[in-house]
Antibody, heavy 120, light 113 residues
């Protein structure tokens, strides 16, 4: 069965960076696009960016310009999201999610989320 | 960033019917892009409930149905059950000038009385 596994939680100080992993299994890794979505406490889900697991192409929301880096390790069927220059507003639950199609499509599988807390 | 608007909460008694609305704009729902719905139980990942406006993934009961018209969409739940108590949110694609984006509603908390 398809699974996206994210593990753990981290507490970071303002200005630091965090790198979150998302390990895929149950399907051919390189044939889907993985998105990153975050949910701050009491806030709506917010799209951050995507990575094409096949060719490594990425695109991210303008809001995270210069702060987010998306990468993948095909040999490990894992994608990574690094967010730098953390601030308190980045405290959120970060999800990876597989998109079933390209653009006008839905997220058919989600990771369980990775909690990032930014506090001094 | 364009967003989708949902009521913060809805409620209904077991067996009743409730609907959750999702209002967008001409750059997302009104542009013809699909609306998808997700159910999220506390502390868990979202689960797709409805995709491409009206399609249920396998395993989702036919008590759930979706519709779309103009710049809005709705999720209807009939025969309400206690297990339906959860957060529901809509999602669509947005093609505004700020660039392609995937947008979400703020979520609606369903309470089964």
């Amino acid at each position: 069965q398809v699974q996206l596994v994210q593990s753990g939680a981290e507490v970071k100080k303002p200005g630091a960076s965090v790198r979150i992993s998302c390990k895929a299994s149950g399907y051919i890794f390189g044939t889907y696009i993985i998105h990153w979505v975050r949910q701050a406490p009491g806030q709506r889900l917010e799209w951050m960016g995507w990575i094409n697991a096949g060719n490594g192409n990425t695109k991210h929301s303008q809001k995270f310009q210069g702060r987010v880096t998306l990468t993948r390790d095909s040999s490990a069927s894992t994608v990574y999201m690094q967010l730098s220059s953390l601030r308190s507003e980045d405290t959120a639950l970060y999800f990876c999610a597989r998109m079933s199609g390209v653009y006008d499509s839905h997220f058919d599988y989600w990771g369980q989320g990775f909690l990032v807390t930014v506090a001094s | 960033q364009s967003v989708l608007t949902q009521p913060p909460s809805v409620s209904g008694a077991p067996g009743q019917r409730v609907t959750i609305s999702c209002t967008g704009s001409s750059s997302n729902i009104g542009a013809g892009y699909h609306v998808n719905w997700y159910q999220q139980l506390p502390g868990t990942a979202p689960k797709v409930l409805m995709f491409a406006n009206t399609n249920r993934p396998s395993g989702v009961p036919d008590r759930f149905s979706g519709s779309k018209s103009g710049t809005s969409a709705s999720l209807a739940i009939t025969g309400l059950q206690a297990e339906d108590e959860a957060d529901y949110f809509c999602q669509s694609f947005d093609s505004s000038l700020s660039g392609p984006n995937w947008v979400f509603g703020g979520g609606t908390k369903l309470t089964v009385l």
